[in-house]
């Protein structure tokens, strides 16, 4: 089956630069995903990586190492807006399957 | 991106009856769409696959008579949670992938479903 983990709470300050690591397992895949969400909100999509490497978009980033079945997000700039939790996500049951997600890292930005 | 509607975002019922929360697609057409359901401080959990024009696929320990899933066209999956307790309070969201693209999935806006 497939598994992900990753930290359940990271806290930082405004300004700062935090990493959110994801290990995962999985019997096939498809690439890895990375979810925003607020609390009471759906999640939104934030990034993925098919292969290795770095991702940027704007002030986040997202890292992809397949043969260490790790990635990590890297928020830069933090605001306080980014407060949320954030979750890897792999697909389960081929590439149109569904996401499975990690437990989730509650990221807490602080003034 | 695309857009997947999900309706009602909150509901609230009484144990013992019935509710149907909507997911659409307004602008793709999602032959598969998934349900999951997220309770407080918790990741989000697949409970099951819908698929147009067939039966949904449950994952374990998801009761299918008491979920039901209907997948009636290519924009529109229901979800009804039948004889409600108050164990079913949860966040209930919706989502599905375009065709064409394996990358992003897109999610409704959810349903906070509490039942007293």
Sequence with gaps: GQS????????????????????????GFYGLSWYQQH??????????????????????????????????LLLQELQM???????????????????IFGKGTKLSVKP | GAVVSQH??????KSGTSVKIECRSLDFQATT???YRQFPKQSLMLMATSNEGSKATYEQGVEKDKFLIN????T?????VTSAHPE??????????KGDSNTEAFFGQGTRLTVV
């Excluded at chain 1, 002030?59 to 043969?67: C, K, N, P, Q, Y």
């Excluded at chain 2, 529109?76 to 009804?80: I, K």
């Design chain 1, 4 to 27: 992900l983990e990753q930290p359940s709470e990271v806290t930082a300050v405004e300004g700062a630069i935090v990493q959110i690591n994801c290990t995962y397992q999985t019997s």
């Design chain 1, 39 to 72: 609390d009471g909100g759906a999640p939104t999509f934030l990034s993925y990586n098919a292969l290795d490497g770095l991702e940027e978009t704007g002030r986040f980033s997202s890292f992809l190492s397949r043969s260490d079945s790790y990635g990590y």
């Design chain 1, 81 to 99: 807006k980014d407060s949320a939790s954030y979750f890897c996500a792999v697909r389960g049951g081929g590439s149109q399957g569904n996401l």
């Design chain 2, 8 to 13: 009602p975002s909150r509901v609230i019922c």
């Design chain 2, 33 to 35: 769409m998934f349900w």
């Design chain 2, 71 to 74: 997948h009636a066209s290519l």
């Design chain 2, 76 to 80: 529109l999956s229901t979800l009804t």
């Design chain 2, 88 to 97: 079913d309070s949860s966040f209930y969201i919706c989502s599905a992938s």
